[in-house]
């Protein structure tokens, strides 16, 4: 829930560069992981589990600090009109206090004209009473007014949203891009999930518990970030272009994982999988291209409710393949077909947008 907000507001506050400032915001995804991994297994050792899910709570709970630091671009962003000024709202008035001055509330001119020296002198004290009647009434009916004019925006805003939401699916490059989502992810977590059983199986115990796999893709996810977000930034290359390829050397590290057998390979193929795992933070960058910058906020979250599906998926599914094989080197390969089918909804996405 912190993550999407961060992102997004990273996204309206830099249009150039903008793949170096989401890598940069979000390099302590990978800095935290490996933090996590050593803190988590101390306090665990020393205070067990559950008070170790007490601490690690209590440093969640400084997401509320980073979130009240967070300012938007203007004042006026949440409910007012561009430029922080409030909307102009035209006062309504009884007609029963429109005088013939034009001012409402105002009491009738004399026959004598403003410039007669008794006109003040002859305004009776019922015409008074009514004057503060008319005045009240003035100001519930401006009241009135404003309120409805409020309201009525916040349902042309809430309109907007939410079918502004549904009209997403009517782009065909970004269904195209959910379906990559759906199918990719579930690959990403399977090395998390059995590099430790992979460790075992080969007998790497003890050179994994000196510097775990695991760390190692955390660490050098941090460089992948920074680095795939400089190299998207320059003019002379794409942003399709290096999220493709980043694609492609992930899977292909997926599939080549099952055929190390030494501590050594294991490492380099961890650490190619955390550097191509670095396109996470172009994921922003290529949403907003695909639908716009109005539109981010509510895209992005699809995504990564399609990442969180297929996180969700990947391991239970890798899991079974192993329970009927007894091999984890099938939970690899078949998950690595799926990512196959979901680079495939990258490589139609041009020829979409051609058709289109």
């Not at 006062?91 to 001119?109: D, F, I, K, L």
């Not at 190299?231 to 292909?252: E, G, H, K, R």
């Amino acid at each position: 829930m912190a993550y999407l907000p961060a992102v997004v507001m990273v996204g309206r506050y830099f249009q150039k560069r903008r793949a170096l400032a989401q890598g940069l915001s979000t390099t302590g995804t990978g800095f935290g992981t490996f933090l996590m991994t050593v803190l988590l297994k101390y306090l665990c050792a020393e205070y067990g589990w559950r008070n170790a899910m007490f601490i690690q709570g209590a440093v969640s709970l400084n997401l509320c600090v980073c979130g009240a630091l967070m300012r938007p671009l203007s004042p006026g962003m949440d409910g007012d009109v561009p430029g922080g000024k409030e909307p102009h709202v035209i006062p309504a008035h009884s007609t029963e206090s429109v005088r013939s001055s034009g001012q409402p509330g105002g009491t009738e001119e004399k026959e004598g004209g403003p410039g007669t020296d008794d006109s003040l002198g002859d305004v009776p004290v019922p015409e008074k009473a009514e004057h503060r009647k008319d005045m009240c009434a003035f100001r519930v009916l401006k009241m009135m007014s404003q309120l409805t004019v409020k309201i009525r925006k916040g349902f042309q805003d809430w309109y907007s949203g939410y079918f502004g939401t549904a009209s997403l699916f009517t782009n065909r490059m970004f269904v195209a891009f959910v379906f990559w989502a759906l199918f990719a992810y579930s690959s990403f977590v399977i090395p998390f999930i059995h590099l430790p059983e992979i460790v075992n199986l080969y007998n790497l115990s003890e050179e994994n518990d000196v510097f775990p796999l695991t760390s190692i893709i955390a660490i050098v996810h941090i460089f992948g970030k920074v680095i795939l977000g400089i190299v998207a930034d320059l003019p002379c290359i794409s942003v399709w272009n290096v999220f493709l390829m980043a694609n492609f050397t992930l899977v292909l590290c997926i599939f080549i994982l099952p055929s190390m057998h030494t501590y050594a390979s294991l490492a380099v193929i961890c650490a190619l999988i955390g550097f191509s795992s670095g396109y996470f933070s172009l994921m922003p960058v290529v949403t907003e291209d695909l639908v716009g910058i109005e539109h981010l906020a509510n895209a992005y979250g699809i995504i990564i409710c399609a990442n969180g599906i297929s996180a969700l998926l990947g391991p239970p599914f890798a899991g079974w393949i192993y329970d009927i094989t007894q091999k984890y080197d099938f939970s690899f390969y078949v998950c690595g077909l799926l990512y196959m089918v979901g680079i495939l909804f990258l490589l139609i996405q041009p020829c979409i947008h051609i058709i289109e």
